[in-house]
């Protein structure tokens, strides 16, 4: 049981921390406009998860490592594309985002599967 708890506080631990990259990078990091963006409603998708994930949800994981994949195009895309700052926070967002889906696929995969009757 230990490799499920790890495994889940992992999982919601770089939910949150990317939850916070995404802000801080769209509002006063590197925002695409000087004073903020728009773009930092990208953490919206972000949110709806996050609840199941602290609860331990195993539907939450399922679907949330699929959502997770969007954001680890997007910081694939800039990294490859920005320049300086945001490119690097960029890399950190991709990061965060394989790091969430291992974790979450570690999660699911360390759960007892039920067996049919």
Not at 37 to 44: E, R
Not at 77 to 101: H, I, K, N, P, T
């Amino acid at each position: 049981m230990k490799e499920n708890t790890r495994a889940a506080n992992a999982c919601a631990a770089s939910l949150i921390a990317l939850i916070f990259l995404c802000l801080a990078w769209e509002l006063w990091l590197a925002p695409l406009r000087p004073g903020g963006s728009w773009l930092a409603l990208k953490i919206l998708p972000l949110m709806a998860p996050l609840f199941g994930i602290l609860r331990n949800r195993v539907y939450t994981f399922q679907w949330s490592s699929m959502l997770i994949l969007a954001y680890l195009a997007e910081g694939a895309v800039r990294a490859w594309s920005d320049r300086g700052l945001s490119a690097q926070l960029a890399f950190a967002e991709a990061l965060l985002s394989l790091f969430f889906f291992v974790t979450a696929i570690i999660y699911i995969r360390s759960l007892p599967r039920a067996t049919p009757d």
